[in-house]
C-alpha cells in the first residue's frame, strides 16, 4: 500500500457522500475535487478526513479536549479553554514529510493555493525528497489545496499529469483557511512542523520512531489571513509535540533548544504582527521560528525524557480573542 493509495481508499467514498460532512464533489478537468469548506461549509468530519488525508493514511486525528485526563498539556497549560486537534503516526517522516508538509505553491494566472498531502510523493520534484527518499509511482494520487477559490479545470489536470496519472484517479480536497475544516487540517501540522524543523537542522530521521503532536484549535474568523495568523500561532505558540526516538542522548540535549520556536529572535508576537513586519513576505520571516512550542524527546533505547521549550498560553489568548477585523486592521496600518 502506497501514501496516495491509502488515502485514496480514505476519501473515495466520500466523494459520493460529500454533502453528509458539509461538502460537495465536482469534475475539474477529469479530476474530482472534494469542497471540504470554500463555498461548502465543511465541518469537523471534514477536517478530520482532509488531515487524515493528508496523513497518506499513516496517522490519526482527533478532536479532543484540551484539559482532558492524559492530555499532553497536562502541566503546561492550566484549563485550556479551547478544543485541542491530536495527531499521532507510527511512521511520522513518510506521513508528515513525504505526504502532509505544505511544500509548494499552484499558482497561475488567476490562482494560487498551498499543496500537501500524498500527490507530492508521487510528483516528487522538492529537493526533500532527495534526502527522505520516499518517491512513488502511483496509480492514484489525493492532494490537498489551502485556498479561496475550487481550482479550475487547467490546473486539476495539470497536477494529474506532474503525478504521471490519469484524472479521474485523482481526489483533490480543498478548503481555504477561515473555515473550519481548513484550520483543522492545518492545526493538525504540529508534528509534522516538528519534523520538518529538525530535517532544517540536520537531525537524523532515520531516529524517529514514532511521534504525536497536540495544539489548540482556534475560532474561525471570516477572514483568510487572520485564520492563518491563529493557526501559525496554534503551533508557534500552543503546540506540543511528543517524538520517540533512538540513539544517544547528547545529541538530543544539544539539538532540543534549536527545534523549539523559541529559538527564533522574532519569537514573542502573535504571528499576524511579524508577518505585517516583514512586509507579508513569509520568506522575509525568521525560518527559525517555524518549531513547535514544547518538543519532547522520548529515548527509547536509554529510557530518559528529554523537554525543551515552552508554551506562551497568553500569546495564543492574544491571537484567538483578538476580534478579526482588529487584526486586518492592525495589517494594513
Same mark, same amino acid.
Given at each position: 500500500?502506497?501514501?496516495?493509495?491509502?488515502?485514496?481508499?480514505?476519501?473515495?467514498?466520500?466523494?459520493?457522500?460529500?454533502?453528509?460532512?458539509?461538502?460537495?464533489?465536482?469534475?475539474?478537468?477529469?479530476?474530482?475535487?472534494?469542497?471540504?469548506?470554500?463555498?461548502?461549509?465543511?465541518?469537523?468530519?471534514?477536517?478530520?478526513?482532509?488531515?487524515?488525508?493528508?496523513?497518506?493514511?499513516?496517522?490519526?486525528?482527533?478532536?479532543?479536549?484540551?484539559?482532558?485526563?492524559?492530555?499532553?498539556?497536562?502541566?503546561?497549560?492550566?484549563?485550556?479553554?479551547?478544543?485541542?486537534?491530536?495527531?499521532?503516526?507510527?511512521?511520522?517522516?513518510?506521513?508528515?514529510?513525504?505526504?502532509?508538509?505544505?511544500?509548494?505553491?499552484?499558482?497561475?494566472?488567476?490562482?494560487?493555493?498551498?499543496?500537501?498531502?500524498?500527490?507530492?510523493?508521487?510528483?516528487?520534484?522538492?529537493?526533500?525528497?532527495?534526502?527522505?527518499?520516499?518517491?512513488?509511482?502511483?496509480?492514484?494520487?489525493?492532494?490537498?489545496?489551502?485556498?479561496?477559490?475550487?481550482?479550475?479545470?487547467?490546473?486539476?489536470?495539470?497536477?494529474?499529469?506532474?503525478?504521471?496519472?490519469?484524472?479521474?484517479?485523482?481526489?483533490?480536497?480543498?478548503?481555504?483557511?477561515?473555515?473550519?475544516?481548513?484550520?483543522?487540517?492545518?492545526?493538525?501540522?504540529?508534528?509534522?512542523?516538528?519534523?520538518?524543523?529538525?530535517?532544517?537542522?540536520?537531525?537524523?530521521?532515520?531516529?524517529?520512531?514514532?511521534?504525536?503532536?497536540?495544539?489548540?484549535?482556534?475560532?474561525?474568523?471570516?477572514?483568510?489571513?487572520?485564520?492563518?495568523?491563529?493557526?501559525?500561532?496554534?503551533?508557534?505558540?500552543?503546540?506540543?509535540?511528543?517524538?520517540?526516538?533512538?540513539?544517544?542522548?547528547?545529541?538530543?540535549?544539544?539539538?532540543?533548544?534549536?527545534?523549539?520556536?523559541?529559538?527564533?529572535?522574532?519569537?514573542?508576537?502573535?504571528?499576524? !504582527? =511579524? &508577518? *505585517?513586519? $516583514?512586509?507579508?513576505? /513569509?520568506?522575509? %520571516? @525568521?525560518? !527559525? =521560528? &517555524? *518549531?513547535? $512550542?514544547?518538543?519532547? /524527546?522520548?529515548? %527509547? @533505547?536509554?529510557?530518559?525524557?528529554?523537554?525543551?521549550?515552552?508554551?506562551?498560553?497568553?500569546?495564543?489568548?492574544?491571537?484567538?480573542?483578538?476580534?478579526?477585523?482588529?487584526?486586518?486592521?492592525?495589517?494594513?496600518?
Amino acid at each position: 500500500m502506497t501514501l496516495n493509495q491509502n488515502a485514496f481508499d480514505l476519501v473515495g467514498p466520500w466523494a459520493e457522500r460529500a454533502g453528509e460532512i458539509g461538502g460537495a464533489c465536482h469534475d475539474r478537468g477529469g479530476a474530482r475535487v472534494l469542497d471540504c469548506g470554500v463555498k461548502q461549509p465543511g465541518g469537523v468530519e471534514a477536517g478530520l478526513l482532509m488531515a487524515r488525508a493528508a496523513l497518506g493514511g499513516l496517522g490519526d486525528v482527533a478532536v479532543v479536549p484540551a484539559a482532558a485526563a492524559g492530555s499532553a498539556f497536562a502541566g503546561l497549560w492550566v484549563d485550556c479553554p479551547w478544543p485541542a486537534v491530536a495527531v499521532s503516526s507510527g511512521s511520522p517522516v513518510a506521513a508528515c514529510l513525504a505526504a502532509q508538509y505544505a511544500g509548494w505553491k499552484v499558482s497561475t494566472p488567476g490562482y494560487f493555493a498551498m499543496a500537501s498531502g500524498p500527490i507530492r510523493s508521487a510528483i516528487g520534484r522538492e529537493a526533500i525528497f532527495d534526502t527522505i527518499g520516499l518517491r512513488e509511482r502511483a496509480r492514484v494520487a489525493v492532494g490537498l489545496l489551502e485556498t479561496s477559490k475550487l481550482p479550475p479545470d487547467e490546473v486539476c489536470a495539470k497536477l494529474a499529469a506532474d503525478a504521471g496519472v490519469d484524472p479521474v484517479h485523482v481526489v483533490l480536497l480543498v478548503a481555504r483557511t477561515a473555515s473550519i475544516a481548513g484550520s483543522l487540517q492545518v492545526v493538525a501540522r504540529s508534528l509534522e512542523t516538528a519534523l520538518h524543523k529538525l530535517h532544517e537542522e540536520h537531525f537524523d530521521l532515520s531516529r524517529i520512531v514514532a511521534g504525536r503532536g497536540l495544539a489548540p484549535l482556534p475560532p474561525v474568523p471570516d477572514d483568510d489571513l487572520v485564520a492563518i495568523g491563529r493557526t501559525n500561532d496554534a503551533i508557534l505558540y500552543g503546540g506540543h509535540v511528543v517524538l520517540e526516538v533512538t540513539g544517544d542522548d547528547a545529541s538530543l540535549a544539544e539539538i532540543g533548544p534549536r527545534s523549539v520556536s523559541r529559538a527564533s529572535a522574532s519569537y514573542g508576537e502573535p504571528f499576524l !504582527a =511579524l &508577518f *505585517a513586519r $516583514a512586509g507579508h513576505d /513569509f520568506y522575509a %520571516l @525568521d525560518p !527559525a =521560528l &517555524f *518549531a513547535p $512550542a514544547v518538543v519532547e /524527546f522520548v529515548n %527509547l @533505547d536509554t529510557g530518559r525524557r528529554h523537554r525543551f521549550g515552552g508554551l506562551a498560553p497568553e500569546i495564543v489568548e492574544r491571537s484567538f480573542t483578538t476580534p478579526a477585523d482588529a487584526q486586518a486592521g492592525r495589517l494594513d496600518s
